[in-house]
């Protein structure tokens, strides 16, 4: 720690220099900032957050709070389901099976441990310097960094020909229901319970409150999901939605869709939720209750605007299709900026600005991104939607496989869900690929190389499938575009 004073002290009489100056060590972030040091280009990286010991981690939402601590419990969970419902199936015999909801959550911060301390490693290996501390814009090349941590110091600035903004998102707040962390949590907080709430509300059947409510559901909570709006999983096929919303509803999540929560009350053993339906208005008494709303991109404390950054009316940085700002050296990446909220397209967007920033041509197809929701069966999927194709009035084939007829999913006892892979009926160009089944996180990617290559569903079906793989599945639902899948 003495030598981070010193450092600072030698910034304060000389102020440093960098090529490029990331603020934000997420996956956007710490991406951009290692790729940018891989072309030759100097580069620090100001990132700002503590962990649970008030120590300065690299690793953002993503790591800290999001996609790794979510996944770890809903493995962990996963498993304590698969031993108390499907393992008698496979000839276990598991009686008495308990969960220590404690060890389970220390697992999880031994993990998101591991991997922070990873990308500190790789920043080294890189040469990427950490500024430890809150940036901010004094000017369109000069950052003012706040140390933050038990050894933060006075502020220092730092100078930059190039400024990358990866400062992310935070969870979004409703007036109804004020975060307290205690009762009421967010998704971070609904990470960290110490125990299983008896009765647990989840406002939001996005894919956090779906994810969340998921593992504590699967753990023993009698959850209730409440949904203003009436489609379940709007943005995912119909088809795979409904399918979906039948099978969670299997597993006991109570969803109510069309529900917009419009007051809480807490005592202080529990929270007292007002929703409005159909029927008017209800309530409904829990332990716990997750706020799960959505997230909102985060400027706070950056001073954007001052130096002339636009930004939406949504408070989203605004960019061009190469993520430049209002100004020529400054780019902006991630959750900041419009497009999906999801760490890989962050990732992706880094390396093309580091590259764009290196002379080189940074590239992103935005139509080929996957999306996946880690609930069990997963779904995921690249493309287009049937019904968004339907409003467009494009003229399109369909070819669908039900997991049920894969040999090795029924090896699995997963015989729920299905593959549907929808072409253009002119060109047969794969437009949009929905997988809801066990994997489909790992099997989308074939999807997603065919669309990268503007692969046609003929592509898929000439391409041999191991077997029995879940992945036959894919090649079978591209038959099945041309009426001719075989095992089905
Ligand atoms: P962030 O990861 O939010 O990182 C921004 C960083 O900038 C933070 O570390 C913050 O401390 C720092 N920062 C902000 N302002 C400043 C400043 N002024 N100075 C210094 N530092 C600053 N996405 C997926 O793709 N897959 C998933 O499975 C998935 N699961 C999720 C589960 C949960 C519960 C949550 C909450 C999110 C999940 N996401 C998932 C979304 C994913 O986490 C985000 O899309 C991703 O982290 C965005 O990356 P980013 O680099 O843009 O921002
Ligand atoms: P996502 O944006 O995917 O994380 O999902 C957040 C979900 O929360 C959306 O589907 C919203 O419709 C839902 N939501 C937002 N506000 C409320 C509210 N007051 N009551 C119930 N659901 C809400």
Redesign the pocket.
Known sequence: MVSHVVACNERKDNMKSFDVVVIGGGPGGYVAAIRCAQLGLTTACVESWLNGENQPVLGGTCLNVGCIPSKALLDSSHHFSFIKHAAKEHGINAAGVTMDVHRMIQRKKNIVQTLTMGIAGLFKKNKVEWLKGHGRFISANQIEVKPVGEDSGEAYQVTAKHIIIATGSVP?T?P??HVDNELIVDSTGALAFTDVPRRLGV???????LELGSVWNRLGANVVV????NDF???VDRQLANEAEKLLRKQGLDIRLG????GTGCNNREVTVT?EDREGKQHVVFDKLIV????KPNTQGLGASAVGIAMTERGFIEVDESCRTALANVYAIGDVVRGP?LAHKASEEGVAVAERIAGKAGHINYAAIPWVIYTWPEIAWVGKTEQALKAEGVAYRVGSFPMAASGRARAMGELDGMVKMISDARTDRILGLHILGPNASELISEAVVAVEFDGSSEDIARTIHAHPTLAEALHEAALAVDDRAIHF
């Not at 799960?292 to 997230?295: I, L, T």
């Open positions: 979004m409703i109804p229901a406002i939001g059947a996005g894919v956090i409150g409440l949904e203003a709006l999983l709007a943005p529900a917009r929560v419009t929703y799960a709303v959505g997230r909220m």
